[in-house]
């Protein structure tokens, strides 16, 4: 019994360990495709199918890894999977169709395109053109991104937000509260200063939220970006020297990037960079997640048009390498600018040289296998519009972050705007014991979908939680389980949910079997040959139903149930048994339980034998100890 016992201890262990493992995979999956880390996704993915964990889901996330990884090849393959689903997201039939299209599988695509159609989605004239961007329509198949409120646009030009520390940190040309107004005779409007304020501000930030310090001077200041540690910042300025603006050949005052630290609750000792040059701009910087490359935008001499993203290595003793032109897949004849990385190492920026919706837009970039930029994704509506959209940055979390744009609408010049995309959701919850309400750990957890096919499975920490990631606008059914309980379920649906919310509750609570062998894990006790003492490995399991009833269920009542081996007269063995009954029962008296929960103490004798051992079978004497046994019966649990 003890060596059962053992594996099923260890059958639970490797349950667990893989539930978890599982979800934690699928969970990193989903991190690493929403910052656009699409190749680390795709093998995520993989995983999960091979292991049969939520299948559906990661099938479809593997199709679009592929889609975006422009390989329509193995795009095809899996979306054909994906759009076989039950009640599958009908923009995967227009996501199918792009892929085939880009294995030139001309007839089918356009079936299934009339297939989306049909089905309530709406398609543009040119979705039959053999020449769409395959993966730029995969990408806008469906709305990525959504927008919230900003409260501190003023009405003049605000733009390059991004977060730090709790704050937000953003370039504006708002004047309020200054006496002397030094206007840009470019656009009639104040210059550029740096502000700070707290996330999620709702009151307006004035003059009073500028960073303090040497940062700010009486021309352009800005955007910024600030390193990890907060002692660092890099920030946009107009070429100044010792008598103000300095000027080129042609009499215009270019932009640099200066370096700033923070020293005493200000932003001072600002230092010139070796990338900066009196006859070209220099600005827009942005750092890696490790602070160990610089990106910004420039047009230096050799690019290729317009203004180029450049990068350069940023030294232990903090000088710049060489800078490095990013290439012809990023880069193109017209201007990039604004660049932002995230975490995971994407870059995002903005340019009107790629195909777009208006002036500039905001792209994301594609790596592959190599970590090679391979393709660029415009974000589509509404991070893009017909006007300008610029200054893109994204939280540590890959859901959220700031964009700015002079689209209609706005308050000002140039507005910020705060984006977030549709987060995972998450159903959770915790499996209880149902009479003491205590948490049950390593209990199992299965997922079913409308068709009471299982997609999911894991088993709780050790506190009874559980947590998985499920598609949206579906029916479910969540089973948990334990060895000492009776199952429960919850139906739920994930249907006609608010895009904000993100988490779903179906607690569990499980009602123990009515059998305490199974219920304290408890041994049947057994007794020697024509003996009725209690042995000591006996005892050991009697205090395990002391401790059961005086501290876990103080309301339970139990029936005791004592038998013999068939070897003996019968009249014998029923009195023996008896004795067995009275021994085990005044062993639980004498431990301090109250006599009125036993409701019974019987002897049966040999009349239930567990086995085949009855008068004149041949036997081992390790059957006839089978026989020999008192047993437990649970009459009430509260």
């Not at 700010?216 to 103000?244: A, C, Q, W």
């Not at 919310?501 to 607690?507: E, K, S």
Request: charged share 25%; aromatic share 12%; proline share 2%.
């Amino acid at each position: 019994m003890k060596y059962t016992n053992h594996i099923l201890v260890c059958i639970l262990l490797m349950v667990n360990f893989s539930g978890f493992a599982q979800y934690g995979k699928q969970k990193k999956a989903d991190t690493l495709f929403n910052k656009f880390s699409f190749v680390k996704a795709a093998n995520e993915y993989k995983e999960l199918i091979e292991n049969n964990y939520n299948k559906d889901y990661a099938t479809r996330r593997l199709a679009d890894c592929y889609a975006y990884l422009r390989d329509p090849n193995n795009a095809a393959i899996y979306y054909k999977k994906a759009v076989e689903q039950e009640n599958v997201p009908i923009e995967y039939y227009y996501s199918y169709a792009q892929a085939l299209r880009g294995i030139k599988d001309y007839k089918n695509s356009r079936i299934w395109l009339e297939r989306f159609k049909d089905s309530g989605g709406v398609i543009n004239a040119n979705d039959f053109e053999k020449d769409v961007n395959f993966i730029t329509n995969v990408f806008n198949a469906k709305q990525q991104y959504f927008l919230d409120k900003i409260s501190f646009n003023s009405k003049f030009s605000d733009f390059g937000a991004f977060e730090h520390n709790g704050k937000i940190y953003f370039a504006s040309s708002r004047d309020e509260g200054v006496s002397v107004k030094r206007l840009y005779g470019w656009n009639e409007q104040p210059f550029l200063d740096v502000y700070v304020a707290d996330v999620g501000t709702k009151t307006n930030v004035d003059h009073t939220a500028k960073i303090k310090g040497d940062v700010n001077s009486i021309y352009h200041d800005g955007p910024v970006t600030i390193t990890k540690d907060g002692k660092t910042m890099y920030f946009s300025r107009n070429n100044l020297d010792e008598y103000g603006l300095s000027k080129d050949k042609k009499g215009i005052s270019n932009m640099k990037i200066y370096k700033a630290t923070f020293r005493d609750s200000i932003w001072t000792d600002i230092e010139d960079l070796s990338i900066n040059h009196a006859e070209y701009s220099t600005q827009h910087p942005a750092l890696n997640k490790d602070d160990s490359k610089l990106y910004f935008t420039s047009d230096l001499p050799g690019g290729f048009g317009g203004s180029d993203i450049y990068i350069a290595d940023i030294n232990p003793d903090g000088t710049l390498g060489v800078p490095k032109n990013l290439g012809e897949v990023i880069n193109t004849k017209n201007s990039e600018g604004f660049p932002f990385i995230n975490n995971e190492g994407t870059l995002f920026f903005s340019s009107d040289g790629h195909p777009g919706l208006g002036l500039l837009d905001i792209f994301g970039t594609i790596k592959g296998e190599n970590g090679e930029f391979v393709d660029v994704i415009n974000l589509g509506i509404p991070i893009n519009s017909n006007k300008d959209d610029f200054s893109f940055s994204m939280n540590a979390n890959g859901i959220a972050g700031y964009f700015a744009s002079n689209r209609t609408g706005g308050l000002g010049d140039d507005d910020i705007y705060a984006y977030h995309r549709v987060q995972t959701l998450q159903l959770e919850g915790v499996v209880s014991d149902a009479i003491n309400t205590k948490p049950i750990a390593n209990s199992i957890i299965t997922l079913f979908n409308d068709k009471d096919e299982q997609i999911a499975y894991m088993v709780t920490d050790e506190n009874g939680f559980y947590q998985i990631n499920i598609d949206r606008n579906k029916d479910y059914k969540i089973v948990g389980s334990q060895v000492k309980y009776i199952d429960d379920y919850r139906t739920f649906t994930s249907k006609n949910l608010q895009t904000m919310l993100t988490t779903i509750t179906a607690n569990l609570l499980l009602n123990p079997v009515q059998d305490v062998v199974k219920l304290a894990e408890l041994n049947t006790i057994y007794f020697d040959f024509d003996k009725h003492n209690i042995r000591t490995d006996a005892a050991l399991e009697l205090d395990k139903i002391v401790n059961l009833m005086q501290n876990e269920y103080p309301e339970m009542v139990i029936r005791i149930e004592s038998h013999t081996d068939s070897r003996g007269e019968l009249s014998y063995n029923d009195k023996l048994s008896i004795d067995r009954a009275n021994s085990t029962y005044e062993y639980l008296i004498s431990k301090g339980i109250d006599p009125s929960r036993i409701t019974e103490h019987e002897g049966f004798g040999e009349r239930r034998l567990t086995n085949g051992c009855e008068n004149g079978a041949k036997c081992e004497e390790n059957e006839h100890q089978l026989n020999r046994r008192t047993q437990f019966i649970v009459v009430k649990m509260e």
